[in-house]
């Protein structure tokens, strides 16, 4: 029978500070306050990692506390007070709760099915960020020996690639640990604080003045809502998922091949594709940039992404057209992608022209280091994780997976893309990337197989 157990990790030796919230941070806080106290899984991240043999409980406790130390926003409380702004506080000292699930030899849970317990536990009530770290943390021993360690982190604390990159480093850390050499040494990095400062000076408001004079720019030349398509399914919005080796190999080809990035040649291949169903010749299309432009903001642990509202032209007839409006497209998105969210939401409430629904485009697979090779590729899959009956969008699209595979996640509207032709979809997206990586493909407009 798995045993069940507290620990507390022990973190000091860090600076205490008050300040306000980053724009980043100040978006998903406005977001929680939406949503809760419904529990949206949206605003937790999970992850697990194997620990190297060798180490006992006390010595990950002690990687933790140390992680805890390198990062603010990991051991920081956030609180508002009744008419006031939301004000982070950076602790200097403190202890983080740790749940201990210790297996015996005979018991046959297995322990996926350990983390899958954990991080449903974790995400299983709203965090009181005013009292509460933005951290769960439980780790699972196999007599007495650690061997996964799972977490549930808040968004508040990171976004996708700040998650990705603190793995990275707690693995690292407690490679170093098993080894006895010194722990990695700290990476040079703005702290969240840090950045509400900078955004808060004269050069960071100028920044958010040309931001929202872009959005006023995009608000002047959206595209007129586009009828249904075709008749709803219930619930309305299904979600998709494709992972693929080949599509990750393909697109680094064709980045390469065609000497631009990998994020381009994605949103290249999304535009393609949805220029097939797509009746107007304009499209909104929201880009969720993650800031990261500079090496301090690069490997700062916090929440960065912003929307970038801007329209995409469909029109272009060769993947010359397609790769360079998508070169432009990342590149306003870049210019303007840090701005007060509160501003441009006032914006956008007392604009004469709502946003329509378009397509939302997040690539945080690019963000990934590489990695060797793979020896093998896996075979693609496709699943079918959710539905939701409550959107704003025709279609949103979340390219995340390791680096040599894609995990390409799609959210659509059954009115514009039905299931088959979802299906459809993610599967061309694969054989058209595959198509590039050798030759400039011509491009029709038939639409894609099984739409409805």
Known sequence: MITESQAVVEFHGGTARTGPLCWGQQGTWDSLAQWYPEVKPFFFLTRWLPVPLLLELGDVLDVVGELLVRHESLRTHVSQRAGGEPTQRVLASGTLPVDVYDRPADDPVQFEDIVATCWERGTARPLDHSVELPLRLSVALHEGIPVVIAFTLSHLAADYTATEALVRELAAMLDAKTSGAPLPPVRRAAQPLDLALAERSPEGQLRNVDAIRHLRSVLDRMPAPIPPQAVAESPRFIGADLESDLLADAVRRTARRCRTSTSVVLLAITTALVRSFWPEPRLRLDIMQSNRT???????????????????????????????????????????????????????????????????????????????????????????????????????????????????????????????????????????????????????????????
């Open 294 to 452: 500079t090496p301090d903001v690069a490997a700062s642990i916090t929440t960065l992404n912003q929307v970038v509202h801007t329209v995409a032209d469909l029109t272009g007839d060769t993947l010359a057209d397609l790769l360079d409006s998508a070169t432009r497209t990342m590149a306003v998105a870049r210019a303007h992608s840090r701005y007060d969210n509160r501003t441009a939401r006032e914006v956008l409430r007392t604009s004469a022209q709502p946003l329509p629904p378009g397509v939302q485009f997040n690539d945080m697979w690019s963000t990934l280091p590489k990695g060797p090779p793979p020896t093998a590729l896996t075979a693609t899959t496709l699943t079918w994780p959710a539905t939701s009956d409550a959107e704003s969008m025709s279609l949103y699209l979340d390219v995340r997976g390791t680096p040599t595979r894609i995990h390409l996640g799609a959210m659509a509207d059954t009115t514009i893309l039905p299931r088959a032709a979802l299906e459809t979809f993610l599967h061309t997206f694969e054989h058209l990337a595959i198509q590039w990586s050798e030759a400039d493909v011509l491009l029709d407009r038939s639409g894609l197989p099984g739409q409805g």
